[in-house]
């Protein structure tokens, strides 16, 4: 396919849990974002990627959160020791070019659920 | 207060009717985007926006910078326009997307 894919799309964790959250951004597309979006809220920015080089990690919620993109495609995101208030869809978007304000292109997220 | 607000959180309308969603926002920005999200989570671009009015199919989105607001408009609605729609400036002091909550669009046949 061509567009951004996730995976899991769907993954429930016990408390205390690491888990892994993983983007296929499009081929070539060199900004990568990942957003955290909770139920019935709007996407909050966690991290953004240029290349390999992760430019801006001022979302992240807590040093539990940790994300990288070691060859700059593919980009994983792992929590580790979840908690419930982590549970919400992760989403990931990639864009053509590097900087922020080029259109995005968004993945259908991974719902995680901590229970 | 959020920097992105957008109203209302929910509306309900018969095919065919004229919608309208209104944002506003707080921050400095250089651009908007218009986004529908579908259930299942997926998001889409519809517009992205700095002055005036795009125009899409049924979809029209305007913009004022000095009032700070926006709105998205769907003539002739039908059905599958059924969605979230979520407004998102470029702002912050990183220049990153800021999300409004989002509305929710039910169209009825």
Redesign the interface.
Known sequence: GAGVSQSPRYKVAKRGQDVALRCDPISGHVSL?W?Q?AL??????LT?FQNEAQL?K??LPSDRFFAERPEGSVSTLKIQRTQQEDSA?Y?C?SSLYGG??G???????T?LTVL | KNEVEQSPQNLTAQEGEFITINCSYSVGISALHWLQQHPGGGIVSLFMLSSGKKKHGRLIATINIQEKHSSLHITASHPRDSAVYICAVYGGSQGNLIFGKGTKLSVKP
């Open positions: 974002f957003y979006q019935g809220q709007g996407p909050e920015f953004y801006d001022s979302g869809v989403l978007a922020r304000e259109t995005q292109y968004f993945g259908p997220g719902r």
